[in-house]
């Protein structure tokens, strides 16, 4: 069974600062791996979409890395800003008969103040 | 329409009533999902449909939930009989196919008093 970890659970820091969320994953078939961001009482936003053949992708400020032989991947968020205040989950496609399924992680709670 | 949209946005029910929650995908997307998330988890998988059919429900925790998708657009999650326990955020979510990026609705809040 695919579990997901994250680490750390919750990260404060102020504005400005380069971080780094983790996630690990214990199957390493995956079919891809998706970011999400998720505002309190709101539903998921996808942030990026790594597919299983990729090392990386890069949206403005963000870029993911994927290390799927050894299940693990990581969100890079730069100069960090006050709206990015969120919870980041990272979610791993399951291969194989069921590649539609997600299997989530808990979630960083992301905190950047002023 | 330009995004997933569900409704009721919040339900409030008695334990042992019947619910319905509604999912209205991403237009031509065929693969749709309902997910279930507690207050500081993560969303669990219940179900997900490719066209009509159900592909994989091997998410759904009894055989009082139910999911149906008549026309291959809309779906119903239906849960019978209802209890405090089932008290949670449904999410639905779609994507062009399988494997391809998913994207969520808001959800609909789910309490059972």
């Known amino acids: 069974k695919q579990e997901v970890t994250q680490i750390p659970a919750a990260l404060s820091v102020p504005e400005g600062e380069n971080l780094v969320l983790n996630c690990s994953f214990t199957?390493?078939?995956?079919?891809?791996l998706q970011w999400f961001r998720q505002d309190p009482g709101k539903g998921l936003t996808s942030l990026l979409l790594?597919?299983?053949?990729?090392r990386e992708q890069t949206s403005g400020r963000l870029n993911a890395s994927l290390d799927k032989s050894s299940g693990r991947s990581t969100l890079y968020i730069a100069a960090s800003q006050p709206g990015d205040s969120a919870t980041y989950l990272c979610a791993v496609h399951a291969g194989g008969t069921s590649y539609g399924k997600l299997t989530f992680g808990q979630g960083t709670i992301l905190t950047v103040h002023p | 329409g330009a995004g997933v949209s569900q409704t009721p946005s919040n339900k409030v029910t008695e334990k042992g009533k019947y619910v319905e929650l509604r999912c209205d995908p991403i237009?031509?997307?065929?693969?749709l999902y309902w997910y279930r998330q507690s207050l500081g988890q993560g969303p669990e998988f219940l179900i997900y449909f490719q066209g009509t059919g159900a592909a994989d429900d091997s998410g759904l925790p009894n055989d009082r939930f139910f999911a149906v998708r008549p026309e291959g657009s809309v779906s119903t999650l239906k849960i019978q009989r209802t209890e405090r326990g089932d008290s949670a955020v449904y999410l639905c979510?779609?994507?062009?196919?399988?494997?391809?990026?998913?994207?969520f609705g808001e959800g609909s809040w789910l309490t059972v008093v």
């Open positions: 790594i597919q299983s053949s990729q």
């Open positions: 199957d390493s078939a995956i079919y891809n």
């Open positions: 237009s031509g997307h065929t693969a």
């Open positions: 979510a779609s994507s062009l196919s399988p494997g391809n990026t998913i994207y």
